[in-house]
């Protein structure tokens, strides 16, 4: 046991519980595995009565994360509270701070001060490890941080949120409400503690920045991140895109433009036939695009307790393998110090094919309306089509106008749209959805 790694795990929520049952489950194969034992010392959770299905009695109970954190009997804090502030933070900052490696899940966190704490976990030489903040058990970090040393990266984009993953899937194969499928996510242990962090993007958006800054060798500005989640997609949204060709999938996306990086977490139409629109329910896919390989996707669960464990297990055994002197490169891939400012490219200048939805009053003149306001934005059309609305009293007289656009910019498409609104033909606002080049 002197040799071994002692662990400390704060947050015993469906993945610390995960973590726990796993490391004793597998002790025999980690140690082989390590080269020596890995051995949970410490614990902190809410409440030390309920029933994790693993035996608490050996391990030292500590009502405060932070103590936890600075105990002189640990060698990994892990980090499985969540939130950006508050006790999450404090623990982390204790636990560099005092020497300790860190391994943490929580993407809220690294998003607003991933930068600052790579800096302490680099002057300390202590590692600050995060593979399950990121999609889950996909060992995407590892691979961009690793494994691509070396390659130019253009494009990062990727579904990176299972909950809104498996509503977009229910919604379109089973036609079941958004609702409904929200409550399954939830019981099923996929959804965040508050759902509105899934279902509007925000999520996506923390995974993503950590994505941009390891692509980009860039600070991490989650504040830069365009956001638009999917509360707004309807079943008419999805069956009209499927005709069309297309799915409808909640993407991050980071991109190297002339005038910077964007960055855009928002609903996206992917062409049917591409790879990323067979990634259905709780799966997660991040694609990046680099001048030495091309396109690589890596696909796998992106939310679970025993998926995200996986990824906390293999963060500790990275730590476990290593040796004094021996140390993984940077949090970020580029030394914290040199991670360079971003600078940020504008939504408006934008530019790519669009999805637009009309429910219009069915009269004469209308659809040549539309053409019309389109042309004056030098907006080209792949392709038009009208259906009758569905809503069945006002069928008759509503009708919906699908058009697909070729590559156009977001200034010209918002002005297309408020003309048309100014036209008076709408019935309600018209729908946008972006349309994403995917492999
Ligand atoms: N709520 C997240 C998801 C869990 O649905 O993907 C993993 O971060």
Redesign the pocket.
Same mark, same amino acid.
């Given at each position: 046991m002197s040799n071994a790694l002692r662990i400390g795990v704060a947050g015993l929520g469906t993945v610390g519980a995960s973590v726990l049952r796993i490391l004793r489950d597998k002790a025999e194969m980690m140690t082989r595995q390590c080269g020596r034992e890995i051995v949970v010392t410490a614990v902190s959770a809410r409440d030390r009565t309920r029933d994790r299905g693993v035996d608490l009695v050996k391990i030292e109970w500590f009502d405060d994360p932070v103590a936890l954190a600075k105990s002189e009997n640990i060698d990994v804090f892990v980090e499985l509270i969540g939130g950006s502030e508050g006790t999450a933070r404090a623990a982390v900052e204790a636990a560099l701070n005092a020497g300790r490696h860190v391994v943490t &899940?929580n /993407?809220a966190l690294l998003a607003y001060h991933g930068v600052e704490l790579a800096k302490i976990a680099e002057a300390k030489g202590v590692l600050l490890n995060f593979e &399950?903040? =990121?999609?889950?058990g996909i060992p995407v970090i590892k691979a961009m941080r690793e494994s691509l040393t070396g390659n130019t990266v253009s494009r990062v984009y990727g579904i990176?949120?299972?909950?809104?993953?498996?509503i977009l899937t229910r919604m379109g194969e089973e036609g079941i409400s958004f609702k409904d499928c929200l409550s399954d996510?939830q019981r099923l242990g996929? &959804?965040?503690a508050d759902?509105t962090?899934?279902i509007e993007g925000n999520?996506t958006a923390h /995974?993503l920045a950590l994505l941009t800054s390891i692509a980009f060798g860039t600070q991490i500005a989650a504040d830069d991140i365009y956001l638009e989640g999917i509360s707004n997609i309807s079943l008419a949204d999805i069956r009209a895109a499927e005709e069309l060709g297309y799915k409808i999938k909640l993407l991050g996306v980071a991109v190297k433009t002339e005038t910077g990086i964007e960055q855009r977490v928002h609903p996206t139409l992917v062409p049917t036939s591409s790879v990323i629109a067979q990634v259905h329910g =709780?799966t997660?896919a991040v694609a990046i695009e680099t001048d030495l390989l091309g396109e690589l996707l890596l696909s796998g669960p992106? &939310?679970?307790g025993n998926a995200?464990a996986s990824a906390v297990i293999g963060d500790i055994a990275d730590i476990g393998k290593s040796r004094p002197g021996f140390q993984h490169g940077p949090v970020f891939g580029t030394p914290a110090k040199d991670l360079k400012p971003t600078s940020r490219a504008k939504m408006r200048t934008h530019a790519g094919g669009y999805f637009i939805r009309l429910n219009v009053h069915d009269r004469a003149g209308v659809f040549a309306t539309i053409a019309k306001r389109m042309a004056e934005n030098d907006i080209s059309l792949e392709s038009i089509v009208q259906r009758g609305s569905g809503a069945s009293v006002e069928d008759a007289v509503i009708k919906t106008v699908v058009l697909v656009t070729h590559a156009t910019t977001e200034t010209a498409v918002k002005q297309a749209l408020k003309a048309i609104t100014e036209d008076g033909d709408l019935y309600d606002k018209p729908q946008m959805i972006r349309i994403e080049r995917a492999g």
């Open positions: &899940a /993407k &399950a903040a =990121v999609a889950g990176m949120n299972g909950t809104c993953n498996y996510a996929y &959804a965040e759902p962090f899934d999520d /995974k =709780v997660n992106g &939310a679970g995200t």
